[in-house]
């Protein structure tokens, strides 16, 4: 039990590695390695230690079960306490990435609360995957900010050390020029307007020099108007021509820094469309995949279908063989009901005649069991009889033995008397009072003679 748990466990933890957000190296250091289960000894290999064990110290199934439910405990306590410090790693990177602003505190102890069981693990398994998404979309987004940033900073210094060139630029330019401008003032020692002239052509080729096309075809009107004779005096006309430079180098980096932006944001959508490219490529890629497979199949589903329309055809031909042979045997059938048909008339009057002939041994039957029934009961009638009759002998034995009894009494009274009165009657005509008979059991012997 504790072999598949684990074995769910790191197969939810493959899983969760395809997604980049998740340290695959992180999470297989804090997941305890998985013990494999012993073995289970053959039947019929020798296990004579096993035998000495159970001898020495016998345990019972209960103790056992216990024993393997604590194993089973401690491992899925060692596999909550791993998932509970990778989801406390998560937290810490996902507040290093906020800056600190996660509320609350994540608590990497595990709670006590009885036995764990799969169903505490697979949930701590599904809060780590969607942790670990999380971190990862934070991370995706802290660095397309952190991209966007540098690209910001690198414009920006770009941009400066471009500017910081072309002050520099201009600076040493302006130095030539003042230089020049000085020779030519020192040779110079004319009126007012040649100097004046002379300025504005060094103050132009100046401007040429530094890169500004400030011809007198494309002169601003400021700068057209300086040129007429006697119109302002020269500091003046110098001091519109510095500020017209300025305006225009100003519109120019403008325009440069607005270029940039739009340069930057043009690469930040062309990432994003190489991006989407490369997974629509790779949709492309799994799609032509997919098209070669069902075309595969397709092939396939075709070979089968002609193999099928042989099979088919092969089939037709059986079935019109098998619907001949069958109309065959069709005939054969009505040929042999016919004469099964015969056969049952035939068997018909058969068994007409046996059943009359039943009818007429089930009458004799019927007859025999009346007589049979009147033997039974002239039967119980003798032995009836015969009890009655057995009962009265037995009546008639006890009275002939009473009446024996006391003839044998009245005998040897009588010779009692006959032996103490010599002298008396030696003939009586009736004795009944010599006997002493008792006269209603002489008519109950008369009455069973007759009977």
Not at 99 to 108: H, I, L, Q, Y
Not at 274 to 299: F, Y
Not at 379 to 395: M, P, Q
Request: net charge negative; glycine share 6%.
């Amino acid at each position: 039990m504790a072999s598949g748990i684990s074995k769910r466990f790191i197969s939810a933890n493959m899983a969760d590695d395809d997604t980049p957000g998740e340290d695959p190296k992180e999470c297989s250091a804090e997941i305890p390695p998985e013990t494999p289960p012993p073995s289970p000894p053959r039947d019929d290999a020798p296990r004579p230690e096993l035998e000495e064990d159970s001898e020495a110290d016998p345990q019972s199934p209960s103790e056992l079960l216990l024993e393997g439910s604590m194993r089973i405990n401690g491992l899925c306590s060692e596999i909550l306490s791993s998932i509970l410090s990778t989801r406390g790693c998560f937290w810490r990177i996902s507040s290093r990435i906020d800056g600190g602003e996660s509320e609350g505190s994540f608590n990497a102890e595990p709670s006590e609360q009885g036995e764990i069981n799969l169903e505490v693990l697979l949930s701590g398994a599904s809060q780590l995957r969607e942790q670990g998404l999380e971190v990862e979309a934070k991370f995706s987004r802290y660095e397309e900010k952190t991209r966007k940033e540098k690209r910001d900073l690198e414009d920006r210094i770009l941009g400066l050390t471009e500017e910081n060139a072309d002050i520099s630029r201009l600076l040493r330019i302006a130095l030539v020029e003042k230089e020049a401008a000085e020779k030519s003032l020192n040779r110079l020692k004319g009126s007012g307007e040649q100097r004046r002239t002379a300025i504005l052509q060094i103050a132009e080729w100046g401007l040429q020099k530094a890169g500004f096309g400030f011809l007198r075809e494309g002169q601003p009107r400021s700068l057209q108007m300086s040129t007429r004779p006697a119109a302002m005096p020269a500091w003046r006309q110098m001091s519109v021509n510095a500020s017209a430079v300025e305006k225009i180098v100003k519109n120019l980096r403008h325009e440069v820094t607005e270029l940039r932006c739009s340069l930057g944001e043009q690469r930040s959508e062309n990432e994003h469309l190489q991006s989407l490219t490369d997974k629509q490529v790779k949709e492309l890629a799994d799609r032509d995949l997919h098209i070669k497979i069902l075309e595969e199949r397709e092939n396939m589903l075709a070979r089968n279908v002609e193999e099928l329309s042989l099979e088919l055809k092969g089939s037709e031909d059986e079935l019109a063989r098998w619907r001949e042979a069958c109309k065959l045997e069709v005939e054969y059938g009505n040929i042999a009901i016919r004469e099964c048909q015969s056969e049952i008339a035939v068997l018909k009057e058969d068994f007409e005649r046996t059943k009359a002939a039943l009818d007429a041994s089930n009458n004799r039957l019927k007859l025999k069991e009346k007589l049979a029934e009147a033997a039974i009961a002239a039967h119980a009638a003798a032995e009836t009889s015969l009890r009655l009759a057995d009962s009265r002998s037995v009546g008639l034995r006890e009275v002939i033995e009473e009446l024996t009894r006391q003839l044998e009494e009245e005998a040897e009274r009588n010779r009692r008397a006959q032996s103490s009165v010599r002298r008396r009657v030696r003939h009586i005509c009736w004795p009944w009072r010599a006997l002493r008979v008792n006269p209603s059991v002489a008519a109950f012997i008369v009455r069973g003679n007759a009977v």
